[in-house]
Each structure stands twice: as structure tokens, then as C-alpha cells.
């Protein structure tokens, strides 16, 4: 199995920024799409971003413009700077594969999430 850990998170003031990291226990973003997914209290899961093996990137409408996904091979991680955060931006964030999410895979575990607070 391959884990993951997510970090960065924490309380910032509405038009701030942040940047969020996820640490994959071995390198897999050569076979695997990477993605940094959200979760607020009585809502879905929803997908923010998405970078493939080929490192195309895609985001939800709601971030497109705030939010940019990228990756650092060679340390095995997966990095989402935000910027111009609002209230509703508000979520545990949560980093895996797509495959994972869809089941076509089931070698990675999801990580514990990091907190994103958005608040004056």
C-alpha cells in the first residue's frame, strides 16, 4: 500500500493564501493521476484539481484561477497553492489517486486531510 500525508492547512483570512503539500510514501506519479480533493461538514466530497502522469492539469469552476496544482517528481509530492481564498473555500482537503477514487485501483490509502479555515 502506498501512503499518504497531507499538510499545510490552517486559518487564513478571506483573500489570503496557502499551500498545501501531500507526501506519497513512493514514487507513482509516472503511472498514477494525482488529485487534491475537498470535504466540508454535511457536504460531498468534491474533486478541486487534478494533474495526470503526463502532468496536465484540471479544476473544479469554482477554484479555476485561484487554485494551481503541481508536482515535484523527485520528492514524491504534490503541492496546491491557493490563493484569494474565500469562506467557502472552508474544507478538509484530501490528496489521492483518480484511479483510487474511481476503483480502479486500491494500493493507495487516503490520509488523515489537512484543515483549510477561511474566516475573518
Known amino acids: 500500500q502506498v501512503q499518504l500525508v497531507e499538510s499545510g492547512g490552517g486559518l487564513v483570512q478571506p483573500g489570503g493564501s496557502l499551500r498545501l503539500s501531500c507526501a506519497t510514501s513512493?514514487?507513482?506519479?509516472?503511472?498514477?493521476?494525482m488529485a487534491w480533493y475537498r470535504q466540508a461538514p454535511g457536504k460531498q466530497r468534491e474533486l478541486v484539481a487534478a494533474?495526470?502522469?503526463?502532468?496536465?492539469?484540471q479544476y473544479a469552476d469554482s477554484v479555476k484561477g485561484r487554485f494551481t496544482i503541481s508536482r515535484d517528481i523527485a520528492k514524491n509530492t504534490v503541492t496546491l497553492q491557493m490563493s484569494s481564498l474565500k469562506p467557502e473555500d472552508t474544507a478538509v482537503y484530501y490528496c489521492?489517486?483518480?484511479?483510487?477514487?474511481?476503483?480502479?485501483?486500491?494500493?493507495?490509502?487516503w490520509g488523515q486531510g489537512t484543515q483549510v479555515t477561511v474566516s475573518s
Open positions: 513512493r514514487s507513482i506519479f509516472n503511472f498514477y493521476a
Open positions: 494533474i495526470s502522469s503526463a502532468g496536465d492539469t
Open positions: 489521492n489517486s483518480r484511479e483510487v477514487v474511481v476503483g480502479a485501483a486500491d494500493n493507495i490509502d
